[in-house]
């Protein structure tokens, strides 16, 4: 059974940071794409960094615009585990955070990002920005 468990949220003040995790199992982590996306109260779903399959010996990275220089995406193989560092925390970024998994996923651009060809989510972590 595949499942993604999101954890790391909470309460920090503009400007701090938090690191996501979201750990895998069920499933050959090297053939999904991952991505990570967030969802505030009153807004549509938003993407925020994918991976690509890591199956390959070249792989892509999209971060969306809103995150481009603050949030890193990073990947640990042998604990299957995907990571979110998140710098420079901004009131805006407050959201439940979500990550997705994607077979075959691997390509350029925002394509790689689209919500809808990830088929496996996690519950989510709330992440919270406030003084």
């Known amino acids: 059974q595949l499942q993604l468990v999101e954890s790391g949220g909470g309460l920090v003040q503009p400007g701090g940071s938090l690191r996501l995790s979201c750990a895998t199992s069920?499933?050959?982590?090297?053939?999904?794409?991952i991505g990570w996306f967030r969802q505030a109260p009153g807004k549509e779903r938003e993407e925020i960094s994918c991976l690509s399959r890591s199956d390959y010996s070249t792989y892509y990275t999209y971060y969306a615009d809103s995150v481009k220089g603050r949030f890193t995406i990073s990947k640990d193989n042998a604990e299957n585990t995907v990571y979110l560092q998140m710098n420079n925390l901004k009131p805006e970024d407050t959201a439940v955070y979500y990550c997705?998994?994607?077979?075959?996923?691997?390509?350029?651009?925002?394509?790689?990002?689209?919500?809808?060809?990830?088929?496996?989510w996690g519950q989510g972590t709330q992440v919270t920005v406030s003084s």
């Open positions: 997705a998994a994607g077979l075959g996923l691997r390509s350029a651009g925002r394509s790689l990002c689209v919500p809808d060809r990830f088929g496996y």
């Open positions: 069920g499933f050959t982590f090297a053939y999904y794409g």
